[in-house]
């Protein structure tokens, strides 16, 4: 009897039949879809043609008119721009005051370095702070530099601002000068010192303090009464009482 049995030594059994597996879809590449999307863009409707129209139409439309988004580009630009000079001349002003400072320790503090009437005043600032300024972190000719900058930045600005905080730091810079001379000026002559200091700082305070007055400041405007002669208002005539023999019933108190 024949075998339907296909095994020998030189065959091997399968115990399962091979599957095909499925293919993936392959995947558009990824410039494709972004130049897809570039050809919707530019299209009629598109984002960026919109755009593109917004801008070509914004010197006809004004800055009042034109495109929401572009008025806010402008804006952000513009402020940027403030703000970057802003820093760039803040920091030049930085640089220059301190060239200014670092070569203030070339005046001689506290020793007579200026004549005439205004050593009156100046000599002894300059040795109040030169007694005074021992142990602060900076010299005492940067102290003297920016107590004449204060005096010079009062005296200009009051007179072009009339600003009551200008006028305010002014007075107070007046007042430690005449204090300070008082201080450092030897009792014989600091009567004389002081006077002199508060004459000159009254007649600099007559440009500092240009246009300040104590009186009260009417709010609002008094009201104007124009006469016309032209507008006349009639006056109605008296009407003359007619005589009470027409009027048998005038004593009545109930008469109409």
Request: with cysteine; glycine share 6%.
């Amino acid at each position: 009897m024949q075998s339907n049995d296909n095994t020998g030594p030189g065959r091997q059994e399968l115990a399962y039949l091979p599957v095909p597996l499925p293919k993936t879809p392959a995947k558009p590449p990824r410039l494709a879809a972004l130049r897809d999307w570039w050809k919707r863009a530019w299209d009629i409707d598109g984002v960026l043609y919109d755009m593109w129209d917004d801008v070509l139409s914004a010197p006809d439309d004004g800055l009042r008119h034109m495109a929401p988004w572009l008025r806010a580009v402008l804006m952000v630009a513009g402020v940027s721009f403030v703000v970057l000079m802003a820093e760039a001349a803040g920091e030049i002003l930085l640089q220059a005051l301190h060239q200014i400072l670092t070569a203030a320790p070339k005046v001689q503090v506290g020793i007579d370095t200026s004549n005439g009437v205004a050593a009156v005043v100046d000599q002894p600032v300059r040795t109040y702070i030169a007694q005074h300024s021992a142990g602060l972190p900076v010299a005492a000719s940067t102290v003297y530099t920016l107590w004449l900058l204060t005096g010079i930045t009062g005296l200009v600005l009051g007179f072009l601002t009339r600003n009551n905080a200008v006028r305010a730091m002014w007075t107070a810079w007046g007042a430690a000068t005449v204090f300070m001379v008082w201080t450092a000026t030897p009792d014989t002559s600091r009567p004389v010192a002081a006077g002199l200091a508060a004459l000159a700082w009254t007649l600099l305070s007559a440009v500092a303090l240009r246009g300040l007055t104590l009186r009260r400041r009417v709010i609002g405007r008094p009201a104007k009464v124009s006469v016309r002669p032209e507008i006349h208002v009639p006056v109605p005539y008296p009407v003359p009482a007619e005589p009470a023999a027409q009027h048998p019933h005038s004593s009545c108190p109930f008469r109409d």
